[in-house]
């Protein structure tokens, strides 16, 4: 699974960890994060996200 990274803040979104404090489960794919889910860090949505080279 590939890790994404918000353009705006830098967090990186591991879909082996997950996002647990945020209802998204460790070895959740992003694309399978709900649209409503957003950065932890910023508040920014999954569009401003990109995959990490």
């Known amino acids: 699974m ?13 879909p082996e960890e997950g996002d647990p ?3 998204v489960q460790p070895g959740t794919d992003f694309d399978d994060i709900p649209d409503t889910w957003v950065c ?3 508040g920014v ?3 401003d996200f990109e995959v990490e080279e």
């Open 40 to 42: 932890p860090l910023c």
């Open 21 to 23: 404090d945020n209802g």
């Open 2 to 14: 590939k890790k994404y990274v918000c353009l705006v803040c830098g967090y990186v979104y591991n």
């Open 45 to 47: 949505g999954k569009d």
